[in-house]
C-alpha cells in the first residue's frame, strides 16, 4: 500500500503563499499520473492540480494562475506552490494517484491531509 503525507499548510493571510508538500512511501511518478485534491467545509473533494507521468500539468479554473504544482521524482515529493491566497481556498489539501487522467477516482488510501486557512 501507498501511504501519502501532507504538510506545509497554517494560516496565512488573504493575498499571501504557501508551499504544501505530498511525500510518498514508494515510486509511483513514472507509472500514475498524480493530483492535488482540497476539501472545504461542507463542500464535495475538488481535484485542483495534475501533473502527468510525462509532466504535464493542468488546473481546475479556481486555481489557474495561482497555483503551481511540481514533484521531485528522486525525493518521491510532490508539491503545491499557492500564491495570492484567498479565503476561498481554505480547506484541507490532500494529494493522491489517479486511477487514469479522465477520473477524479484515486487508487490509495488518502492521507491525513494539510488544513490550509486563508484569513481575509
Known amino acids: 500500500q501507498v501511504q501519502f503525507a501532507e504538510s506545509g499548510g497554517g494560516l496565512v493571510q488573504s493575498g499571501g503563499s504557501l508551499r504544501l508538500s505530498c511525500s510518498v512511501s514508494?515510486?509511483?511518478?513514472?507509472?500514475?499520473?498524480t493530483a492535488w485534491f482540497r476539501q472545504a467545509p461542507g463542500k464535495q473533494r475538488e481535484r485542483i492540480a495534475t501533473?502527468?507521468?510525462?509532466?504535464?500539468?493542468t488546473y481546475a479554473d479556481s486555481v489557474k494562475g495561482r497555483f503551481t504544482i511540481s514533484r521531485d521524482n528522486a525525493e518521491n515529493a510532490m508539491y503545491l506552490q499557492m500564491n495570492g491566497l484567498k479565503p476561498e481556498d481554505t480547506a484541507v489539501y490532500l494529494c493522491?494517484?489517479?486511477?487514469?487522467?479522465?477520473?477524479?477516482?484515486?487508487?490509495?488510501?488518502w492521507g491525513q491531509g494539510t488544513r490550509v486557512t486563508v484569513s481575509s
Open positions: 514508494r515510486r509511483i511518478f513514472s507509472t500514475y499520473d
Open positions: 493522491n494517484a489517479l486511477t487514469s487522467y479522465s477520473t477524479n477516482y484515486v487508487r490509495y488510501t
Open positions: 501533473i502527468t507521468i510525462d509532466g504535464s500539468t
